[in-house]
């Protein structure tokens, strides 16, 4: 099975920063992959998909990139309410594998 | 508006069985492929099972393979997940979506607000 994993397990960066997370897959997804946030006691919510296609009412500061087994979820100005852990998701065949998380805190 | 509402969470013994539903409303069920997530407490997610909207494809992960079931009722937008076999290590909440285009090369982007499901003596 793929495994995907991402890095840095957690960060901190301040309000404004330029915030990236990678994800990176063990074999070739070509461009099947997912971008979710979850903020505390709350569901996960779909950030981007295709690799770099944003979703529906996302803030345009999220963008995402990479083909075959590197990608990068790119926060262009950190908010306030970016605090959450994220996760990546490949979804070119199943299973249907996350990665372990990134925990975005404020510095 | 999509709406997901998971039900049938509860305490179950090692071993025993359970039965999650998952009612939909705000769009045509039938045109999508579902999907179950898990969350354990404190933990990452993790994808469990897949099913395609007349039920005639389903994919599992391997860890549950031979102990859960997926399945789907159109005529009454629901799909469900029957456990059984449980183990502590399926003590997690569990979340129903639908994936966000009605293919199967698509992620889920609509999530219920899930339901816990504990397995503990």
């Known amino acids: 099975d793929i495994q995907m994993t991402q890095s840095p397990s957690s960060l901190s960066a301040s309000v404004g920063d330029k915030v990236t997370i990678t994800c990176r897959a063990s074999?070739?997804?070509?461009?099947?992959l997912a971008w979710y946030q979850q903020k505390p006691g709350k569901v996960p919510r779909l950030l981007i998909y295709?690799?770099?296609t944003l979703q529906s009412g996302v803030p345009s500061r999220f963008s995402g990139s990479g083909s075959g087994t590197d990608f990068t979820l790119t926060i262009s100005c950190l908010q306030p309410e970016d605090v959450a852990t994220y996760y990546c998701?490949?979804?070119?065949?199943?299973?249907?594998?996350f990665g372990q998380g990134t925990k975005v805190e404020i510095k | 508006e999509v709406q997901l509402v998971e039900s049938g969470g509860g305490l179950v013994q090692p071993g025993g069985s359970l039965r999650l539903s998952c009612v939909a409303s705000?769009?045509?069920?039938?045109?999508?492929?579902m999907t179950w997530v898990r969350q354990a407490p404190g933990k990452g997610l993790e994808w469990v099972a897949n099913i395609k909207q007349d039920g005639s494809e389903k994919y599992y992960v391997d860890s549950v393979k031979g102990r859960f079931t997926i399945s789907r009722d159109n005529a009454k937008n629901s799909m469900y997940l029957q456990m059984n076999s449980l183990r502590a290590e399926d003590t997690a909440v569990y979340y129903c979506?639908?994936?966000?285009?009605?293919?199967?090369?698509?992620?889920?982007?609509?999530w219920g607000q899930g339901t816990l499901v504990t397995v503990s003596s």
């Open positions: 074999q070739g997804i070509r461009n099947y």
């Open positions: 295709g690799a770099s």
């Open positions: 979506a639908r994936f966000v285009g009605d293919k199967w090369d698509y992620p889920p982007g609509y």
């Open positions: 998701q490949k979804y070119s065949s199943a299973p249907r594998t």
């Open positions: 705000g769009f045509t069920f039938s045109s999508y492929w």
